[in-house]
């Protein structure tokens, strides 16, 4: 599997989460006419590590993940639901992706009122191995 889809399912799975959005969680948008509550999440930014043997196998990535809902307390509910799920989590997960470590940097409430929709925003950065093609062998 890859990190996006293991990402997910870890999330899903987790009865904290998955008991508000079931399966609703959504890589960028949210698609048209969702049920609400749901969130999203996105990769942001990312860099890898490199030694003087070239890439280590170490990525850094900062991932946001955007929760969704009608009412300002569900959506804060949401979001402290994958907070405890992912702050300071680490080893498998998912189907193979091994996490040094994952921590919470930035959170933020967002609403629109347009549509009348409450968000909150989590900014986490995620340290994991990934399979690198190029590195010199000793």
């Known amino acids: 599997m890859s990190f996006d889809a293991d990402f997910r399912r870890f999330?899903?799975?987790?009865?904290?989460?998955?008991?508000?959005?079931?399966?609703?969680?959504?890589p960028l948008v949210l698609p048209q006419g969702c049920i609400l509550p749901a969130a999203t999440y996105q990769e942001i930014s990312g860099t890898r590590d490199h030694t003087m043997d070239g890439p280590s196998g170490i990525a850094s990535l900062?991932?946001?993940?955007?929760?969704?809902?009608?009412?300002?307390?569900?959506?804060?509910?949401?979001?402290?639901?994958?907070?405890?799920?992912?702050?300071?989590?680490?080893?498998?997960l998912g189907a193979g992706t091994s996490v040094q470590r994952i921590e919470l940097l930035d959170a933020h409430d967002e609403y629109d009122s347009v549509v009348t929709v409450h968000s909150a925003v989590l900014d986490f950065e995620i340290e994991m191995e990934e399979p690198v093609r190029w590195a010199r062998e000793a």
Not at 11 to 26: A, M, Q, S, T
Not at 72 to 78: I, N, Q
Request: hydrophobic share 45%; aromatic share 6%.
């Open 11 to 26: 999330l899903i799975d987790d009865p904290g989460v998955g008991e508000i959005i079931g399966d609703r969680l959504y």
């Open 62 to 92: 900062r991932v946001q993940i955007t929760t969704f809902a009608v009412e300002k307390k569900l959506a804060k509910e949401l979001a402290n639901r994958i907070r405890l799920a992912l702050d300071g989590a680490y080893g498998l």
